[in-house]
C-alpha cells in the first residue's frame, strides 16, 4: 500500500507492508509490525497478515491446524472491523484455508448485522487493571493500598534492589524464575525458546524489558523478575515470576513500583498489568493471588469485550469439541 493510498479513505481494505505506516495506527503491541516479525518465526504461525483501512490496522496470525491443511485466523486487540471491512478480512482468511477468525477488540462494538459472531474462548486475559502514569509519584502511591505501600518500604528497608537487565543473561534469569513459578503453580505459557526468540527478534526495537529483584545475601541470583513490553504510551506487564522461600522481601511489590517509574521515564501514559482476575473477584477464582497483588497499586479496572469467533467453514463446531477435549487431556496429565 503506498503511502499516499494509506491516509485517504479507502473503501476496501488493503494489505500494508510499511512498518512506519502500519505502527503509526497499531494500538496495541500485540498488533504492532514487530510483534508480527516476532510471531512469523514462531513455529506454529503460518503466516501473518497485516490490512490496512482508514487508519485502521489489522494485524492476523494465522495459526496451523496440526496434520490439516487449515488454519486459524486470530487478530488480537485491535478496532472491530466494520461491515465492509469484515467482508474483505474474511476474504482474506478464507484464501488461507481459516477455519474461524477469532478477534479480541481493544474497545466494546456494535454487533454486525449477519456476521455470525459466536462467543469463543478468549486467548488474552479479559479484564486487566490501568495505572495513570501521568499521575505524580506521590499521588500513585496515595491511591495504592496501605499494605501494598507498606510492603514497598519494607522491600527497600529489607535491602531489595531492582535492576534492569536487558541482555542475553538477564533473561537467562528471567527464564529461570519464570519455569519454576510456572511448574510451582501448574500453569501452561511458553517454553524457554519462545522467549529466547522473543527477546532475539524484538530486542533492538526495545520493546521488552526485564527488571530483576536481589537481595543482600543472593547479590547475583535475582529472587523474581518480570518481563516489560513498550510501545508508544503503554508499557504492559505480561510476564513475571518470584522464588516463594523470599517471600518475605516484598520483591514483586518493588519490582512493580520500580516498572511504573520505568514507564514514566519511557514516556508512557499507561501500566497495564496485562490481566487480573479470570471469572470473578472472589478468592474462589483461580487467580485470585494475582488479583490482590494487582489492584494493590491502585488504578482502574479494565474488562475488555468477549473473545469473537467468526464461522469460516463447516469444520468449525468439530474443531471447537476437539480443542475442548485436547486441553481437558492436558489438564489432567498435568
Known sequence: MRRSEYNCVMEIISEVSDPIE?????????????WGEFRAKTPTIKKVLRL???RRVFQILFSKVP????????????????AEELVEIKKYCQKEKAIFLKIEPLARFTVVTGSQFTVGEPVLPQHTIYIDLTKSDEQLLKEMHEKTRYNIRLAEKKGVVVKEENTQEGLEKFIKILEATEQRQGFYSHTAGYYRLLWKTLHESKIPHIL???????PNIPIASIMLFYFKDFLYYPYGGSKPEFREFMAPQLL????????KKLGC?????WGSYKNTKTESDPFWGIYRLKSGFGGTE?????????PLSPLYPIFITAN???WALLKLRK
Open 52 to 54: 490496512g483501512s482508514d
Open 22 to 34: 502500519f505502527d503509526k495506527y497499531a494500538k496495541h503491541v500485540t498488533q504492532s509490525f514487530e
Open 256 to 263: 512493580h513500583w520500580e516498572a511504573i517509574k520505568l514507564g
Open 324 to 326: 475442548k477435549f485436547r
Open 67 to 82: 496434520y490439516l491443511p487449515f488454519t486459524i485466523g486470530y487478530l488480537p486487540r485491535s478496532p472491530m472491523p466494520n
Open 302 to 310: 479494565i474488562d475488555f469485550p468477549d473473545s469473537v469467533d467468526i
Open 269 to 273: 501514559k499507561t501500566y497495564d498489568l
Open 212 to 218: 530483576s529483584a536481589y537481595v543482600p545475601n543472593h
